[in-house]
């Protein structure tokens, strides 16, 4: 099997005036990809689904006020960081790829989309790309796939991208579950991807990532891609309770912690905050239910609940430690 593959390699690269260069992948890698610019966020954003183990971090690239890359098919890396430099510099996302498959011998397999902080969308699928192939792009976005069933999955991705309501997270995923339902990738399925950056850089790279999520290996991986999205979305909310539990702005934290449980009920550690929260301010009657609930799920919470109070998380209070463990 590995023969035969070098074999077809080699067949596209010397039967069609590509030069032979040793960053040319001998298969190819990601199947059908997103970018994408919310023109209200200024949030710029890369979701794939490919029939490739870890995907994500091969195909999408992006900086938080430069733009966003995918680079697929048989994948050069260097289109992700060296995109994002030249957008940096001040190029458009038209003229980067341009300079960028100006300098490939290889650009005949490649299968690049950018988009830049201006809207700018530029889209290059190459001519021996394994097909079905090919890309649509649209105002701040372009959809892109190769290796499909039918050649109406790239179609489907722009339609749906545009008719979703949502943020960019939202919209993005529904373009990605448009192609699967349209055929997708005519191998199969087994990793996924989403990356989105602010729309204003800090200055400090991690604080601009807003999701970074990668589905490595999985059956389902755009189910399980949308699962971690709501997850992900949980914990911004339990993060920002905690951030305002920190100001004393204790509705705003519950309020918080509310919406955090109400996106992830199947995981009880978050209701078991909220009760912390709730009985470390005089808040005991409203937080007894929630502890009793969580203890009845998992008896490990009423034994770490006391080693709380050495950490200021509950007050050094006895009788009040001793009506929440025995719940």
């Not at 680079?71 to 050069?76: A, E, I, L, P």
């Not at 991705?157 to 990738?185: I, N």
Request: glycine share 6%; proline share 6%; hydrophobic share 40%.
């Amino acid at each position: 099997m590995r023969i035969y593959l070098l074999v077809i390699v080699w067949y596209l690269l010397f039967n069609s005036n590509i030069a032979y260069s040793q960053e040319l992948p001998i298969r190819p890698v990601s199947t059908y990809s997103i970018v994408a610019l919310d023109p209200e966020t200024k949030e710029l954003g890369v979701a794939v689904q490919s029939h490739w183990f870890s995907v994500g971090p091969i195909v999408p690239w992006a900086e938080a006020g430069v733009g966003a890359v995918a680079t697929q098919s048989f994948v050069k890396i260097d289109y992700g960081p060296d995109g994002l430099r030249l957008m940096r510099e001040g190029l458009s996302a038209r003229e980067t790829l341009e300079k960028l498959i100006s300098e490939d011998t290889g650009q005949a397999v490649r299968q690049v989309a950018m988009v830049d902080i201006q809207g700018n969308v530029a889209t290059h699928t190459g001519a021996r790309c394994i097909a079905a192939a090919g890309h649509q792009a649209g105002k701040n976005y372009s959809v892109q796939a190769n290796l499909m069933e039918y050649p109406t999955v790239w179609p489907a991705m722009a339609e749906a991208f545009e008719r979703t309501k949502g943020d960019l997270a939202d919209r993005m995923m529904a373009a990605l579950e448009a192609a699967q339902r349209e055929g997708g990738d005519i191998r199969g399925r087994q990793s996924a991807a989403m990356l989105i950056v602010s729309g204003e850089p800090t200055g400090v790279p991690w604080k601009d990532v807003i999701l970074n999520l990668r589905v490595e290996d999985h059956p389902e991986p755009l189910k399980e891609l949308k699962r971690l999205i709501r997850i992900h979305r949980a914990y911004k909310h339990a993060n920002k309770g905690d951030e305002l539990l920190e100001v004393d702005d204790i509705e705003g934290a519950l309020r918080e912690y509310s919406l955090a449980e109400e996106y992830y009920p199947e995981n009880i550690e978050l209701p078991f905050w909220t009760a912390v929260t709730l009985a470390g301010t005089g808040r005991l009657e409203e937080a007894l239910p929630i502890f009793k609930k969580v203890f009845a799920t998992n008896e490990k919470w009423r034994t770490l609940t006391p080693r709380l109070v050495k950490s200021e998380l509950l007050p050094d209070d006895p009788d009040m430690l001793k009506k929440i463990i025995n719940q």
